[in-house]
């Protein structure tokens, strides 16, 4: 049975719809609106995902998805409002098997940022970025406590000065809360991107719920507490795995 286990292949699709608005320390708001199409496969050990968006961002054209306030080299002090391609990623995670059955589940995660994103219009920054994870959940009391600890490698780019490699922290937890739903919190830190933003804080409740055998959606918002957190943000996931 456990070979028959490694050898399932399981393939997922997940549309969201992510929207964010903020001053993010400007004299204006910044709207972003974020649509990424993902599909993955998972056999084995093994989860392979690549994830292409489309965005669509109005503001001074200093502010980045995922990344917040940077410095651009060419001046943006007037509104802007540009969409096309975002940025894709291709993520890869090893899942470990625990030692025991009290043991914690752990996961090794590699990201890789494909610049398909337009910088000329903000979009992205038109470098390659890499991002290095460890996630860690333990079982206790019919809850999961969990964490993750990453690093980002940014591509630099004389056309956003000021970025920086980062480190990110999220601790959270989760529980069943009835039989199809399940809901949970997190508290996201991440060092700050660039040397013209700070640090970033957020609260983040979410929840899942199982549509049936192979659909679930899923839905979060986020509340920050700095400067480089958007004012406000929520998302919506629709999966469908088979």
């Known amino acids: 049975m456990l070979a028959q ?5 399981k393939q997922t699709v997940s549309l969201a719809s992510y929207f964010s608005s903020g001053d993010y320390g400007e004299d204006a708001d910044t709207d972003i609106l974020y649509f990424p199409v993902s599909y993955s496969v998972n056999k084995g050990k093994w989860l392979a995902q690549l994830s292409v968006p489309h965005l669509q961002v109005d503001g001074v054209g200093n502010v980045l998805v995922n990344v917040g306030g940077v410095g651009r080299a060419v001046a943006g002090s007037q509104q802007q409002s540009n969409g096309g ?3 894709s990623t291709f993520a890869l995670t090893y899942q470990m098997d625990p030692l025991s059955d009290t043991s914690p589940f752990i996961d090794f995660r590699l990201d890789v940022k494909v610049p ?7 979009l992205g920054t038109g470098e390659v970025d890499y991002s290095a994870q460890v996630d860690i959940s333990q079982r206790y009391k019919g809850a999961v406590f969990f964490g993750s600890f990453g690093y980002t ?9 000021g970025l920086e490699d980062s480190a990110s922290v999220q601790l959270g937890i989760s ?3 009835a039989p199809q739903w399940n809901v949970g919190v997190f508290y996201d830190f991440r060092e700050p991107a660039s040397t013209f933003s700070p640090e970033i804080h957020e609260f983040v409740p979410y929840f899942s719920y199982q549509i049936s055998e192979s659909w679930v959606f899923t ?3 986020a509340f920050g507490f700095t400067e480089a957190s958007a004012g406000t943000a929520v998302l919506g996931q629709l999966s469908y795995s088979w």
């Open 85 to 87: 391609v975002g940025d």
């Open 5 to 9: 286990g490694y050898d399932h292949i």
């Open 175 to 177: 529980k069943p809360f």
């Open 219 to 221: 839905g979060l918002a």
């Open 153 to 161: 490698f940014r591509g630099k780019t004389e056309f956003y000065v």
């Open 116 to 122: 398909t994103a337009d910088r000329v219009k903000g």
